[in-house]
């Protein structure tokens, strides 16, 4: 009986590991600048493309993804892709994530060439840059 039960258990989980993830993606309707969670600011192109986290504020807000940062915007400056829009979507979401990563790495090498700069002086201790 025991067996019988155990067998069940792994069929039902091998048939949820088997369904697809479902993910809305959305395109921007015009330039837009954003505050990403990192403490970026970035000017987003008309028709670029990233992953729907969430919608906030009775759906007056949207928040997107880029890579492992987010950010929020209005929900009425975007349209959510139909499925057969998505692939050609995710080829400019990952040029996006690309160039923010580029982005990211450029900063963290200049921050590592100057360390002085990066670390708080007790001078300076608790001042924020």
Same mark, same amino acid.
């Given at each position: 009986?025991?067996?019988?039960?155990?067998?069940?258990?792994?069929?039902?989980?091998?048939?949820?590991?088997?369904?697809?993830?479902? $993910?809305?993606?959305?395109?921007?309707?015009?330039?837009?600048?954003?505050?990403?969670?990192?403490?970026?600011?970035?000017?987003?192109? $008309?028709?670029?493309?990233? &992953?729907?986290?969430?919608?906030?504020?009775?759906?007056?807000?949207?928040?997107?993804?880029?890579?492992?940062?987010?950010?929020?915007?209005?929900?009425?400056?975007?349209?959510?892709?139909?499925?057969?829009?998505?692939?050609?979507?995710?080829?400019?979401?990952?040029?996006?994530?690309?160039?923010?990563?580029?982005? $990211?790495?450029?900063?963290?090498?200049?921050?590592?060439?100057? &360390?002085?700069?990066?670390? &708080?002086?007790?001078?300076?201790?608790?001042?924020?840059?």
């Amino acid at each position: 009986m025991k067996t019988v039960l155990l067998l069940l258990c792994l069929l039902a989980l091998a048939a949820s590991a088997d369904a697809k993830e479902f $993910k809305l993606y959305a395109v921007l309707l015009d330039e837009t600048r954003v505050d990403l969670d990192d403490g970026a600011t970035w000017l987003m192109d $008309k028709g670029d493309v990233f &992953p729907v986290v969430m919608y906030k504020d009775m759906r007056k807000n949207i928040v997107l993804q880029l890579a492992g940062t987010q950010f929020k915007i209005e929900t009425k400056r975007v349209r959510i892709l139909e499925s057969n829009e998505v692939s050609e979507g995710l080829d400019n979401y990952r040029k996006n994530v690309q160039a923010y990563l580029d982005s $990211k790495a450029k900063r963290l090498k200049s921050e590592l060439q100057t &360390p002085a700069a990066a670390q &708080p002086t007790a001078a300076g201790a608790g001042q924020t840059q």
